[in-house]
């Protein structure tokens, strides 16, 4: 059965989290991009595009998604507080939420899971309002719960026991740069790196992920920026543009790793008076929200 990737608006927060981290998930090429070294700065590959061109990637960035791909072999589980911003380009508008993120990578039996839950929102220029919207995987189902509308909708991604893959690159639904196989990121994008300058965030290392013309129609993002703990090799912000010219900043803060996570983190319970929706897998995959 396939699969059909989901927005990276619509679900940045299964993006993120991206945990994973979903999760959907950068940067302007002129002045939203003001981190961005110049050209003679990044160190960066060429545009090969199998798992045997991770050679003609810089020593410098193919170290840095080994570290990644370790430490998302390292940590089993993943909880954090997350803000989230995006700003549409063509229209001026804006968006931000907070709220938390959680995350368990699951082994050969139980499948991956996320979940994310936004608390606050503020609106353009607007107040912070209470914005609660959550966001779950099971492993089987993302439930989508907008509880301002009282609805929840269930989208279907895998049958009953069919393990998938939510976050990996070119399998699963939700792809982020989290945790991934070096190989796949090096096909999929052309990786970069610099050092650190004064706006970075402290004792972070920087990854610019250009997406490779090949696969524009198979990612959502055109462009990412990742800012990554020195130490743990953990995303701890996350910037993306899109093909609408979306550009969306995601920050995890007081990130815990390899901590129990309740099992009922990544349900959405159903209270009395929700309009509950049910999308299940068809002869095509699932549908996308």
């Known amino acids: ?20 981290v979903l999760t959907g998930l950068f940067a302007p090429a002129a002045a939203a991009d003001a981190n961005a070294p110049a050209a003679a700065a990044i160190t960066t590959a060429s545009a090969p595009t199998t798992a045997s061109a991770a050679e003609a990637v810089s020593e410098d960035a193919m170290k840095i998604l080994r570290e990644l791909e370790a430490a998302g072999d390292k940590h089993h589980t993943i909880k954090a507080d997350v803000d989230y911003e995006v700003v549409d380009l063509v229209l001026g508008n804006s968006e931000k939420r907070t709220g938390w993120v959680a995350y368990s990578k699951g082994d050969d039996k139980t499948p991956a899971r996320f979940r994310v839950s936004f608390e606050k929102c503020k609106l353009g220029v607007g107040a912070w309002t209470e914005g609660k919207k959550d966001y779950a995987f099971d492993g089987y189902w993302l439930t989508v719960a907008d509880h301002k509308i009282k609805n929840i909708t269930m989208y279907q991604h895998a049958a009953v026991g069919q393990k998938v893959e939510p976050l990996r690159i070119g399998k699963g639904p939700f792809p982020l740069p989290f945790g991934q196989k070096a190989a796949d990121m090096v096909k999929y994008f052309i990786p970069s790196t610099r050092p650190p300058v004064e706006s970075d965030p402290n004792g972070t290392i920087y990854l610019r992920l250009l997406t490779r013309p090949q696969y524009d129609e198979e990612l959502p993002t055109t462009r990412m920026e990742m800012w990554i703990d020195a130490k743990t090799y953990l995303p701890v912000r996350l ?43 068809g002869k095509e995959g699932a549908v996308a929200p």
Do not use: C, W
Request: positive net charge; charged residues 25%.
């Open 1 to 20: 059965m396939g699969t059909r990737r989901i927005s990276a608006t619509g679900s940045i927060a299964a993006a993120a989290a991206a945990a994973i």
């Open 239 to 281: 910037k993306s543009r899109d093909k609408n010219k979306a550009v969306t900043t995601v920050t995890f803060k007081d990130i815990l790793t390899n901590k129990a996570v309740d099992e009922g983190v990544f349900r959405i319970p159903h209270p009395f008076g929700y309009e509950v929706i049910r999308q299940p897998l």
